[in-house]
């Protein structure tokens, strides 16, 4: 694991307490995990430029489902996650450049239409996966 949670907290920091997949605000029940854009199998190191911030329950399912089950897909949400960091770069150095926010926004509105009609078959959940993700 390394440096996950210093890396976590530089994320917040430039990010936000938001959830990079879902949008939605990290609370005291439901917190920000890291999620490597390249897995650490595949090179993926643990750092800013290679991190995002997801939700415990979005992320087990982009790893436990969609990882598993639409590898494409996977890759799709991991691309639109880095395109969405690149805008925000570009938005704090240009301070407004709201037309790529926006554009990944919608972009990304359709790929959580998906994620959402799937996240029902996720109701009786395995078990197993789940162990793995809290041990992180």
Do not use: W
């Not at 996650?81 to 690149?86: N, P, S």
């Not at 790529?100 to 996966?129: A, P, T």
């Amino acid at each position: 694991m390394g440096n996950n949670k210093a890396v976590t907290a530089q994320l917040k920091r430039l990010y936000g307490l938001r959830c990079m997949l879902t949008g939605e605000l990290e609370t005291k029940e439901n917190r920000l995990t890291f999620h490597h854009l390249e897995k650490r199998c595949e090179g993926g190191g643990e750092t800013v430029e290679n991190g995002s911030l997801i939700l415990g329950v979005p992320h087990e399912n982009l790893h436990c489902y969609f990882e598993k089950e639409s590898r494409h897909f996977y890759d799709q949400i991991n691309l639109c996650i880095q395109e969405y960091k690149l805008a925000r770069m570009r938005m704090s150095e240009e301070h407004g450049d709201l037309l790529y926010i926006e554009l990944y926004e919608q972009v990304f509105q359709v790929i959580m239409r998906k994620y959402y009609s799937q996240k029902i078959r996720r109701k009786h959940g395995n078990k197993n996966c789940r162990k793995r993700i809290r041990k992180r």
